[in-house]
Every structure is written in C-alpha cells, then in structure tokens.
C-alpha cells in the first residue's frame, strides 16, 4: 500500500507539472522572486481566473506556497526540492544524446539563479573547483561536508556555517544543471554562496529573468579566491555572453 500510495502520489505531481501554463508558472518561480496571480497569468498567457485555477492547484500539489500580506497574495515555490525536480525535469526533456551541445541562451547558460542558488556554467565551475581543491568532500550517499579549509573559505566570506548546519534543509548537496548536465552546489551552502556573491556585487540579477551577469569585481573574485578565471564579454543589448577557462584542468 506505502508503494502504491508513493506512485500515486508521483503521477499526480507529474500531472500536475505537465500543464503547458502551469510549467511556464512554476519556472517563472525558480528565480526565487514571489510573484502574483496577475503576474503569474501573464507569463503563462491565461486568463485571471483560469491562473488562479491553476495555482489553485499548484498549491493543493504543494508545489508552490501562498504568502498573504494585506490585500496582496504572494505565489512562491513550495521549497528548494521543487526548483531542483523542475531542473532535472529540463535536462531530461532535451532528450539524450551522445555528445551534449547546450542549446541555452548565452546570458542563462552563464549563470542564472535555480530558485535560492546559483546555476549554469559559472556555478559548475565553482561546484568542480571548491571538489577537487578539497573543500567539498562527498559523504556516503549524496550530499557534502566542508573539510576545514572549505569551512575556512565560507568563514572568510561571512557565512556562519554552523548556524547553516543546524537547518532543517539540506546543508550542501548536488544539483543537476540543466544546462550543463553536470552538478551545482545546492542546500543551504548554495544559497548562501549566492547571497555572498550578490550582496558584494560579484553578480547581478537580471530584473526580467532568471539570468545573472558576473561584474569586474565577480571575476576578480573568480580567479583570486576561487582560482577560476573568467572571460567576459558584455553585448550591446545588456546580455552577458561568457566563457570560463578555468586556471587548473577541472574536467
């Protein structure tokens, strides 16, 4: 019956998930932003009503969570586990091919934020560097520990680890990239190393999107702390288009 209960539960999610509105809804959602139904019902192209329908729905999957303040009613995703199946969701709907080409648009397949961390090229790259400098080290199963210079790296920039340790979440964990098809660094270590990078302006957010863009500062930090030097070059619409070349073979 716990088996049977756990299939049914997975095709109503999948079911849930497979609405054309309802996937563009929650992958408005993975850049962490709360967003309305009147938002929401604009970027999935339906009407009011059938947006709240849908997020009726969403919530009822405990996909996405409603916060109320005042007369305004919030939409959200439920939690990081949500923006990580979406993810792993987009890698398996490119299809498997031999050699994978990534087909994303440069300024996303840079960086870009998967709900409360950092995704995309730049984020692998720090995933594969802070592994094989021995600051991340695999536990059994999957998830990862900081070894004491990693714990000394995340100190150095103001993250309050053990603080990070006592958290129901997640403290550090793979996430499949779906742009790369390779882990990022998610849990709350991912999150935190995102806030880092944004409040000491290493990266901007895009105001529309889920892009971000590496500023001079970000890629200074990149090849003197982290030792991953990054090549950048700025078009004339705004976008980012980038290309890593990291300082040691991480491949």
């Known amino acids: 019956m716990n088996a049977e209960h756990h299939d049914l539960g997975v095709s109503q999610v999948a079911a849930a998930i497979a ?15 709360a967003r309305t139904s009147t938002e929401l019902a604009s970027i999935a192209e339906v009407s009011a009503s059938t947006a709240s329908a849908h997020l009726a729905k969403l919530k009822q999957m405990v996909l996405v969570r409603l916060h109320v303040q005042g007369r ?26 031999p050699t994978f080409t990534p087909r994303t648009p440069d ?21 594969d560097r802070m592994i094989e400098a021995g600051w991340l080290v695999a536990l059994e199963g999957e998830g990862y520990r900081l070894s004491e210079s990693g714990e000394a790296l995340f100190e150095g920039l103001g993250v309050d680890v053990q603080h990070l340790a006592t958290q129901r979440r997640r403290f550090a964990c793979p996430c499949l990239d779906w742009s790369m098809r390779r882990p990022h660094l998610g849990g ?8 880092v990078a944004i409040k000491r302006k290493w990266v901007i957010q895009d105001l529309d999107s889920r892009a971000l863009g590496l500023t001079a500062s970000g890629r ?10 990054a090549e950048i070059e700025v078009k004339p619409t705004g976008a980012i288009a980038s290309r890593l070349a990291p300082t040691v073979d991480l491949r």
């Open 19 to 33: 609405e054309p509105a309802r996937t563009r809804m929650l992958c408005a959602l993975m850049d962490g932003h």
């Open 72 to 97: 305004h009613r919030y939409y959200s995703l439920a939690d990081p586990r949500v923006a990580q199946a979406l993810e792993a969701l987009m890698v398996i709907g490119q299809g498997a091919t």
């Open 220 to 229: 200074r930090e990149m090849v003197g702390r982290f030792g991953i030097s």
């Open 188 to 195: 709350a270590l991912g999150a935190a190393l995102l806030q």
């Open 107 to 127: 300024r996303l397949q840079f960086a870009r934020t998967c709900y409360d961390h950092m995704a995309g090229t730049l984020a692998v790259r720090l995933h």
